[in-house]
């Protein structure tokens, strides 16, 4: 099966990604694998070009596998992927969200990227921008990211703090010795760990304590609480400058 | 990792088992090769045995010279020892801090010549409940000394003191030792918020157990207890040493972790009126000290686990512990010792389990940390 949905993204689509289910509570964030689209493959000589949804889908005759469109081409099949989705969900107003304008404060210089934002359902500018897929989003885009974001920190905190999701045997969690995550410092690893006698990262370190003080199972690396406490840790420490190696 | 590394906690238990299992049935050669063996893995660590425990001097002759001129006739020198926050549960769930309290009381009745009493410095429990304190109460129970309890806001928030208080009586009360009038305080009250947002007890205790959470209030002694505290002090000379115990700190340290009191200068200007204040402390869990005017502050260790500095807010005259080993459960935890001298000022020894001890004298405090300097940390908090 062959998908293109880069090139879907680089001609201003991904606000599609908009429609994804919130997640308030931030636990899907910290899933360890990524969404998957299940689109059918295509016919022999064909490309099949789905569109971030995830489910709407073309399929692109004449395209090798490999093979790029041209602007005109890709413009026709995206044009035709937006239609099929605008058909399919009348109620949708998409486009709203592309119409709303940025706020002042958003062209200020510390957000230079204010000047590349794309307008409501077109490419942006392209005297004032690179062409690059971040140059295409808008600052809600930024303000959705934010609040996965902060979701995904939020989880780690609710971890964190409580002994049952942490896995301890004799009631203990993080915060009883680490409050904010004070003295856990993720900016000085990796480091050497003396006591454990090798170059230790930060999650070597949260399942130590999750094995020794908490009395708990050591975490696989890609548990959705081992990536959510990391972030809840590393989110304590914004600002803090990186030192590698530091005792 | 778990096969490959071990804690010192573990490697400590194993070898001490191992110890134990040679020793049972050994004849007598072998078990005088062995005693060799384990003093000398002691000395091979620096260690002299009891080495959890130091005596300090107790009376020191060059301050003599000021007996009675304090106008405290009758007082006398005495050493007084400490545990406190022990945060307990019960037996069946966690023995890791039971493991710790006993180290405690094991260190004190341990002291030669005994301590004239022993103060319990409060959160005997982690959650309050009933099983908890009893726990707690039983352990403490084997102190050889008289034991003075202080309650902590780890007893109070489950029942609002019922069962503590029950167990162990009023948690505000004052008696004289040898000259000085001696205080203890329910310092860690906090106005309701647990009604409107219609917590259980098990809820409220909950968010007032964790130091984190923007939820609960500060802690506060209270219009009532400090209406209390000035009628108290009203029938003590103005000349007789104060020694006030107080679960929180009696002054403002760090507000987003409750290192705090809300009304700390309503009682500092209660106690200020005396010519000689010292007051101690729990709930901080480190080496601390602060000295407000004529008001001289030690913070006490807790048995359970060391917190960190807070970022912001450390009193200056403050030097800080040694970060604490992670893998060393006792490390940065332990107990001390008090000496109310002669000439009305209390010293302090912070006995830190793995480590030496450090006295802080109260002419550090006193003098605004020109003399007496304790040790500087190799390493301080990141």
Known sequence: ?247 | MAARHKSVETRFYEDRDRVLRALRNCDRRTFLKLSAATMGAVMAKGLVPPHTFQLIEVANAAVDKNWGTHGAQGSAPFRFAYISDAHLYERTLNQRFIRAIVKAVDDVNALDPQPDFVLYGGDLAQLGSPGQLETGRQILGNLKAPVKMMVGEHDWFLDLGEKWQELFGPPTYSFDWKGVHVVVLQSVYEKDFWTARKMTPAERMQTVAGLDNAVQSRFEVGDAQREWLKNDLAKVSKSTPLLIFSHSPLYKYYRPWNFWTEDAEQVQAILKQHEKVTVIHGHTHQMLFNQIGNISFYGMLSTAWPWPYAPEGLPKLTVQMNRADPFDQFDGCGDGEFTARTDQLVDTVYNLWDRNPVTVRADYLVSGGKVDRPPAPQFASY
């Open chain 1, 1 to 247: 099966m062959v998908t293109v949905t880069a090139a879907l993204v680089a001609i201003g689509l991904v606000t599609l990604r908009y429609l994804a289910a919130a997640d308030p509570t931030g636990v899907a964030q910290a899933q360890s694998s990524l969404p998957a689209h299940s689109v059918p493959s295509a016919s022999r000589g064909a490309v099949v070009v789905e569109l971030c949804d995830g489910v709407t889908h073309t399929e692109v005759k004449g395209l090798k596998p490999g093979q790029q469109m041209t602007r005109a081409q890709a413009l026709a099949v995206t044009g035709q992927l937006m239609a099929e989705w605008r058909r399919k969900h009348p109620d949708r107003h998409w486009v709203l969200a592309q119409n709303d304008q940025a706020s002042p404060s958003a062209s200020s210089p510390e957000n230079p990227a204010r000047g590349n934002i794309a307008g409501p359902g077109e490419t942006a500018n392209t005297k004032s921008q690179q062409g690059d897929t971040y140059a295409s989003f808008h600052e809600r885009d930024f303000k959705v990211w934010q609040a996965q974001t902060d979701a995904f920190v939020n989880y780690g905190n609710q971890v964190f703090h409580s002994a049952k999701l942490l896995g301890s045997t004799i009631g203990v969690s993080c915060d009883m010795c680490h409050p904010n995550a004070a003295n856990t410092h993720p900016e000085t690893y990796p480091k050497y760990q003396e006591q454990l006698q090798r170059v230790a990262l930060l999650r070597d370190m949260i399942d130590w304590c999750i094995e020794n003080p908490i009395k708990g199972k050591t975490l696989d690396p890609n548990d959705p609480k081992m990536r959510a406490l990391e972030a809840y840790i590393l989110a304590q420490r914004k600002g803090v400058a990186l030192d590698y190696g530091k005792h």
